[in-house]
């Protein structure tokens, strides 16, 4: 199985290459500047800190359910660009942009009307609560920029144009952190803002994001450059095949955003510095798994092309070469990480127990670093892109909510271990999705061509 995982040649180096170093570039910036961000918040104390963080838990949810809506229809985007049909992708993004704009509505909705309900899922009442409320007011409007910019850039990645929306998050980042930097402590005669500031830096950067996909689709004349007209809906029986193969993906994502979710209420029950350490390796974790999430998305977007042109040994040989790397920069990211982690937790201003905490979770984190590459290459990368959703979908939430969240709840709330070994008991869950996951890639019944379904 691996004799030629290994073996790349020139041409699948030089595409593989093209579509995932943008990838990379876009999500290593994000993660570093997300860095800056919380040593920003970080400045103004473990309270400000841990507001944020939370609050941010709730968009978290709300982008991988706009996340899932962008990997379902990413499955079909790219095996209709293998087979060239770009009619078929613009009545994708037809019902992709319903899709968006509805959990848009009622995320932003709730947000907007009842922070207060928000912030009391993941914050006891108190100080970082209050801050929470100010800043989930603020932010919640920019979820229909992300709702319509997930689509658009979900479809110009699949026709493997990948460095646009690099291109777009890049610079919107850029927007938010020196925005940051003007709003939160008040610099060149604006006013010092703090928590309410950041939230301002957020929403602009989000606007600008989405405009910039926007521009670049229609002036270049993308394929995600529909016209009004061409976002209808298809006919029944295509938009129920549609359907069937999106919303388990959809599903899914929401199913393990709201899991992950309950990780952070059982740690927000743990006391601010616990939060606060938790938010530190999150921010950390983004750092050193941009590569991994770059290998992840490009494998779904070249084993879908070779799927939708039929041609399943190609897509085969592409997946076990995705996979290899993915492994393989695991490993390497693990040791990164434990090498480096007391620099990386120096640059945090926080206390000295968020910072002793962050030290000795981020060196379990190090070790597990590999087996959430497999996770993350074997379910999003490559399941998803042959159209194996509903496995994806069983697999994914029964090893979350059936294993990771009720021991995580049981070793925070009942037996009150410290964070760094409640910490421990998620790593379960995700040895027994790599194992499931594996015998599932090695028996091939995830390979469908979705294009000669529809056809």
Same mark, same amino acid.
């Given at each position: ?14 595409r ?20 800056i961000?919380g ?54 993004m ?20 009842s ?27 920019g ?28 610079? *919107? ?40 996909d ?21 006919d ?6 549609f ?10 994502e929401?199913?393990w ?16 510095? *616990? ?7 999150g ?29 399943r040994?190609?897509?085969w ?21 434990f ?9 945090f ?32 990368g ?32 009942v ?41």
């Amino acid at each position: 199985m691996l004799s030629n995982a290994f073996r790349w040649d020139r041409a699948f180096t030089r595409r593989m290459l093209a579509v995932a170093l943008p990838i990379v570039v876009q999500n290593l910036v994000s993660a570093s500047l997300h860095i800056i961000d919380g040593v920003m918040i970080g400045q103004l104390g473990d309270a400000p800190y841990a507001a944020v963080t939370q609050a941010n838990r709730y968009t978290f949810v709300f982008q991988l359910f706009l996340f899932g809506v962008g990997s379902g229809c990413g499955i079909l985007f790219s095996q209709y660009w293998g087979k060239r049909d770009v009619s078929v992708m613009r009545q994708v993004m037809g019902l992709c942009l319903r899709l968006t704009l509805l959990l848009a509505t009622a995320f932003a909705g709730l947000a907007i009307i009842s922070p207060e309900t928000v912030a009391g899922l993941f914050l006891p009442r108190g100080e970082s609560f209050g801050y929470a409320v100010d800043y989930l007011r603020i932010v919640a409007p920019g979820y229909f920029f992300a709702a319509v910019d997930i689509v658009f850039a979900s479809c110009m990645k699949s026709a493997e144009k990948t460095h646009i929306p690099m291109l777009a998050g890049v610079t *919107s980042i850029l927007l938010n952190t020196l925005l940051n930097y003007l709003l939160i402590y008040g610099k060149l005669g604006l006013p010092a803002l703090g928590v309410k500031g950041a939230a301002i830096a957020t929403l602009a950067s989000g606007f600008t994001a989405m405009a910039i996909d926007l521009a670049a689709s229609y002036r270049l004349r993308l394929p995600s450059a529909a016209r009004w007209h061409e976002l209808r809906l298809p006919d029944r029986a295509t938009l129920r095949r549609f359907l069937l193969l999106i919303l388990p993906v959809v599903a899914n994502e929401g199913l393990w955003s709201m899991g992950t979710a309950m990780y952070n209420v059982f740690y927000g029950r743990l006391g601010d510095a *616990s939060v606060a350490a938790v938010g530190i390796v999150g921010t950390v974790d983004q750092l050193l798994l941009v590569l991994i999430y770059g290998i992840m998305n490009a494998s779904a977007i070249l084993v879908g092309g070779h799927l939708g042109a039929g041609d399943r040994d190609g897509a085969w040989l592409t997946a076990k070469r995705m996979m290899a790397a993915c492994v393989a920069c695991g490993v390497i990211m693990g040791v990164i990480q434990f090498v480096g982690r007391g620099a990386l937790i120096s640059i945090f201003r926080v206390s000295d127990e968020a910072r002793a905490l962050a030290m000795t979770i981020l060196a379990i984190s190090s070790f597990t670093i590999w087996l959430r590459a497999i996770n993350s290459v074997t379910v999003v990368g490559i399941l998803r892109s042959g159209g194996d959703t509903v496995f994806s979908m069983v697999l994914d939430t029964a090893a979350l909510w059936l294993v990771g969240v009720p021991l995580v709840g049981i070793a925070a709330m009942v037996w009150g271990l410290p964070v760094w070994q409640v910490y421990l008991f998620t790593i379960t869950e995700e040895a027994i999705k790599a194992v499931i996951g594996l015998r599932r890639f090695r028996s091939k019944k995830w390979m469908n061509v979705l294009t000669e379904r529809a056809a």
